[in-house]
């Protein structure tokens, strides 16, 4: 099992930036994919970005140029930059792992809210 905690999430201005990290309960290094997903009211959850164990970097077209993943193997976390958000960047962030093709973990969630 995995347990990942979500934190970062909050209120920004329309043009500003936050950072999203994901904790995870056990090492990161050899996953077989890991990311960031995002819910929006009323819409179906969708990638936003993510690791794949192929060693690739996956980035939704809305939030390429504006957002970056990155990861601390040692502190077994992944971060998500977000730069430039729009009120479309708004919805709920999950953390998603997938430790093997046969598992998929999520965590609970936090609120991202761009707003004047």
């Known amino acids: 099992q995995v347990q990942l905690v979500e934190s970062g999430g909050g209120l920004v201005q329309p043009g500003g930036s936050l950072r999203l990290s994901c904790a995870a309960s056990?090492?990161?290094?050899?996953?077989?994919?890991m990311g960031w997903y995002r819910q929006a009211a009323g819409k179906q959850r969708e990638l936003v970005a993510r690791f794949t164990g192929a060693g690739r970097t996956d980035y939704a077209d809305s939030v390429k140029g504006r957002f970056t993943i990155s990861r601390d193997n040692a502190k077994n976390t992944v971060y998500l930059q977000m730069n430039s958000l729009r009120p479309e960047d708004t919805a709920v962030y999950y953390c998603?792992?997938?430790?093997?093709?046969?598992?998929?973990?999520w965590g609970q969630g936090t609120q991202v809210t761009v707003s004047s």
């Open positions: 998603n792992a997938v430790p093997t093709p046969h598992e998929t973990y």
């Open positions: 056990r090492s990161i290094f050899s996953v077989y994919a």
